[in-house]
């Protein structure tokens, strides 16, 4: 019996710990850093070193802070990524103003699909080994050839590979 107990606190205890981890943003913490490649219509046109930092605010929201760090246009995303549901492992980066984009957790990939301006965009990162790849796409509506089906161009791609700096 007291083994019986034991196991079954090692195993609560374990699936915690699981459920913390369990979570994109928290193997994110840190500062990374990379290059980013901007591709139009297939070719790159345009390259920018980029910094990313997470940290931990509470245990449901970080910091999650992008640096362009272009010498002719630098810019700043500083934007919280807050956990809306631990269950379904949704997220929503709040963009301050009262933007929030809705991300969605799957495996070692995080998602976000959304449409502005008449441009649809989808953002991910991807958890891969001690590298952690961030992307995003962008494209318009194309015209339909089917009145059941909607295709989206994808015009411009952003990549970025982050290695954690020490």
């Given at each position: ?25 928290e193997k ?12 139009q219509h ?52 709040d963009e ?71």
């Open positions: 019996m007291v083994k019986a107990i034991g196991l079954l606190g090692i195993g609560v205890a374990l699936s915690l710990t699981g459920i913390a981890q369990d979570l994109f943003p994110c913490l840190g500062r990374w850093a990379g290059m980013m490649y901007i591709y297939g070719h790159v046109r345009d390259s920018v070193p980029v910094r990313f930092t997470v940290k931990a605010l509470t245990a449901e929201s970080w910091t999650w802070k992008t640096e362009y760090l272009s010498t002719k246009m630098p810019m700043t995303k500083d934007y919280v990524l807050r956990l809306k549901d631990r269950d379904k492992k949704l997220f929503v980066t301050g103003g009262g933007l929030e984009l809705t991300d969605y957790q799957t495996g070692n990939k995080l998602y976000s699909v959304f449409e502005t301006g008449g441009i649809m965009l989808t953002a991910s990162y991807e958890w891969r080994g001690d590298q952690l790849i961030f992307e995003v796409t962008s494209g318009k509506k194309e015209e339909a050839k089917h009145p059941e089906v909607s295709t989206w161009s994808v015009s411009a791609v952003q990549r970025v590979v982050f290695t954690r700096e020490k």
